[in-house]
């Protein structure tokens, strides 16, 4: 025996309290699957280290897209929207982490491609707002909801990854 060694003992559900941990729904629209850029997009929020805790791909009815976007009806563009984003599978997914939804909109860059910074998805890789290739959740209120409406219950996975520790202290 080599006597008695500390052991230090991680937990890393305490990582970081659970107000500061929030989840967005992220989705790649029709054009970035069409485009072959779903893996890119993805990595660049597994890259951030943020958790991945829902992923599929999904032919999106009319009625969930109306819904999704209930607050832009109004919009001379909305029927266009609608049509859009049910044109073909979108990659629908849900992130967790601690400031996640702010993180995602700045990592997404703004709404019209051509204003969104370079080293942004919709800066490097889109040129009109019709056609930005990523959604994400504008609030951590709407994280919640638009996950409770893209994801049926069990699709969403709890889990702690590994690297937890080294991506948090
Ligand atoms: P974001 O997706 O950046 O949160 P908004 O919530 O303002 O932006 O709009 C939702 C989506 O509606 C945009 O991502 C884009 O796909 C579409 N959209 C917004 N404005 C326009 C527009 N003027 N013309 C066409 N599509 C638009």
Not at 42 to 69: M, N, V, W
Not at 156 to 169: K, N, Q, R, Y
């Amino acid at each position: 025996s080599r006597g008695s060694t500390k052991t230090h003992i991680f937990l890393p559900h305490l990582v970081a309290s659970m107000e500061q941990v929030e989840q967005t729904y992220i989705m790649v629209k029709p054009d970035g699957v069409q485009r072959g850029l779903v893996g890119e997009i993805i990595s660049r929020f597994e890259k951030k280290g943020f958790k991945l805790t829902g992923l599929k791909l999904f032919q999106c009815p009319k009625d969930l897209a109306e819904e999704h976007y209930k607050d832009l009806t109004s919009r001379p563009f909305f029927p266009k929207l609608i049509t859009y984003i049910t044109s073909g599978p979108v990659v629908c997914m849900a992130w967790e982490g601690v400031g996640v939804v702010a993180s995602a909109r700045k990592l997404i860059g703004s709404t019209d491609p051509l204003q969104a910074e370079p080293g942004t998805i919709r800066g490097d890789l889109a040129v009109q707002t019709g056609r930005n290739v990523v959604h994400g959740s504008d609030s951590p209120e709407n994280g919640k909801r638009e996950i409770a409406l893209w994801f049926k219950e069990g699709e969403v996975c709890h889990w702690t990854p590994a690297l937890a520790l080294w991506i948090s202290e």
